[in-house]
């Protein structure tokens, strides 16, 4: 007997990645695509595989390095989140131009809800600019199925091919068959086509054209046919009350897949599942317009196969109001559509939730919250850029201003700086944060611009030595890569001096009194005849990244007979482990949560708080 | 088929739990689909998973979505009583709560945190919540069967996480 085995959606596409024989993936972390290239390491290291992969600097840089191994003619995959394609857009439309020789996956994993993302956008979409294939599955084990036919495709011709899950595929478990896993036998040979690989205007016009004939080929190949899922539903005498039919792709299927079931429709309605939403064969279309007069299409989060079905008159989706146009298209949202389409009553209305929810905020002994509680003391009515990472709950404590996209902070505290210094106007401090893996990202390049373009304002860059929010990936500054061997370790310290920043200094947020000195030092800087960018390294590992070593000296704090409950430390600094017990009442500290850093004891204005002995 | 929700906040062993449910209903020759909470969750958010559990044989309408309905759960396990608040809303009429909370006599309730205190172990509230739960029979597997999967995958603290179920199935038979 195979083993069975529960899998999580992104080890069920790493392992689709192997069994297709990927001999590289590299990625930028993001939720919820961050667990793939995990899976695929801890996969290699099991099954003694040669691969390359690696946690790449960003996802441009992931994309080009995965594209090269394509180009020799080796299986390749490269993997980010919806948000990260964008900054991976520039090589993705060439790409598709230029093709590829060995199978080139690429995964964009969509957060419909959205969960964690600043957008709820459809990376389907983004398939259907670049024109390539794109792959949508509705479960972990077809995740797994369609990651190894991606690649195949994209290898039969010469295409990068996108397979797009979503959240609820990413983060569903499910239990499936293993079976043994090649070893990849390609060896590389990059076959020199200047022509191709390189080609001018004039030549990418030829390509553009070759482009839409693969997609026109591809549309026909009956790998990613549309398929019929109840063939019980076309039978004799089932297709009464006015010939309906449903047409989806990705989770969202699966949602309405069970409900019918439950009305005791799904052998009555004929149900169309579409493993590949774009492009869409031209014979499906016309089949599907001809043998129906309502069709319903389901998918998230934007309607690709919809605008790929033009028709006013029997087409029933977003762009005709039946489906919600933003938001996760939950089971329950999915009964409410299906009933109304299919003409039955609205199913019985559940109590909604009173509850409000707990609001995210940084974990207890976080030396963000330090750091930003500092800025605040060190710029009073500053500005406050930030930036994408744990550090965005700063915006609970006041100090974050501005959330737009990685690397973003550094480009708008320059913005801020030339709006108020051009208009002539009184400057405020301009105080801009970003994390450490997201200075590698996207920062540095927007450091030198703001240097060379005279901006002054203090960069905090909050270094917790990890990828915190996504799980705790490495970062340059390291020293090692994926597979734990040593690699030259990077200093935000040296980078920021090269890119021409001439006051940088280090500190830890833990230890506060100095750390607020280092702020203000560097606020003198910005604002100094001959000044310019600031820089302030704010270096003390995340709590939560266990292995990073523990190395400071563990307070336990009491709060004393001055606490009077005005609940400014609550409010203040917002510490989990800080809990207040309602109006006048002292304080309590919650001691499974506190971690002993001891910088409650500097934000209590009335020393209610203190530190009284040490331990481990 | 069997529809459960486990909801509680980040750290207090939501997914644990899941995971052992999971892996008893494989282990007993069924198939499992469920979905869990990611990324912002450790920061003191709402932890929620869903679990559907049912025979091992497929058929178009078996589970397929890895999302419970409201109102459509069997079976709720709130860690937390903020929890129950929450995630109530998830039961069906006649679907069985069980939450852990303190000061209360209400049915379905426990102070596992208490119980998890009382043990040396404040960290295994989950689990005395989880044997309380498996002793009522509200759930598609027996509370031997938890034992083993829980001694299979228990890790190093399997010792502590067994005498914290076990005090939670004999929480339930007290009076």
Known sequence: MTERSILLGNEAIALGLLEAECTMAASYPGTPASEILRALASLKE????????????????????????????RRSATIMKQVGLNVAADPLMSAAYTGVKGGFVLISADDPGPHSSQTEQDSRLIAMVAKIPVFDPSSPEEAREYARRACALSEKHEIPVMLRPTTRVCHARQDMDLRPV??????????????????????????????????????????????L?????????????????IVGSGVVTAHAQEILGELGLWDRVPFYRLPMPYPLPESFRDDLLSSYDRILILEETDPVIELQLQNREKIFGRTTGHVPTAGELLP?????????????DPSPPVEPPAYPGRRPTLCAGCPHRAAFFAIKKAFPKGIYPGDIGCYTLGLNLGVVDTVLCMGASINQAAGFYHAYRSARRDMPPICATIGDSTFFHAGVPALMNAVVQGARFVLVVLDNSTTAMTGHQPTPALGRNLDGIPVPRLSIAELAKACGVRSVAEGDPYDFDRFLDLLKAAGRHAGAEDGGVAVVIAKRPCLMDRNQPRTWPRLRIEVNEKCKGCDFCVKQFECPALRPRGEKEPIVIDDSLCSGCGVCVRVCPHGALEAVSEGH | MQQIIVSGIGGQGVLFVTKLLAQTAVDTGRSVLLSETHGMAQRGGNVISHLKVAPREQSGTSPVSPLVRPGHADVLLAL??????AHGFFLRPGGRAFCNASGTTAEGSLDAS??????????????????????SGALFCDPAQLETTLARIGGKRTESSLAAFRAGLKAASAP
Not at chain 1, 332 to 341: D, P, W
Not at chain 2, 80 to 85: E, G, Q, R
Not at chain 2, 114 to 135: E, K, P, T
């Open chain 1, 46 to 73: 099991r099954h003694k595989l040669d691969l390359h992969l690696e946690w790449s600097i960003n996802e441009k840089a992931a994309f080009e390095v995965a594209l090269a191994n394509s180009y020799t003619g």
């Open chain 1, 182 to 227: 090649p070893h990849p036998k390609q060896f590389p040979l990059f076959e020199k086509n200047p022509g191709r690989w390189a080609a001018t205007p004039k030549f990418r016009l030829v390509l553009h054209r070759q482009l839409n004939e693969k997609l026109a080929r591809i549309s026909r190949d009956p790998d990613c046919a549309p398929q």
């Open chain 1, 229 to 245: 899922v109840n063939g019980d539903a076309l039978g004799p005498g089932t297709r009464d009350g006015g010939r309906a039919c």
């Open chain 1, 332 to 344: 329950e949202v999915v009964e409410g559509i299906l009933r109304s389409f299919l003409g039955l």
């Open chain 2, 80 to 85: 937390h009583p903020d929890a129950l608040a």
């Open chain 2, 114 to 135: 208490a119980i998890a205190g009382s043990l040396g172990s404040a960290v295994s509230a989950n689990l005395v919540l989880l044997g309380f739960a498996a002793a």
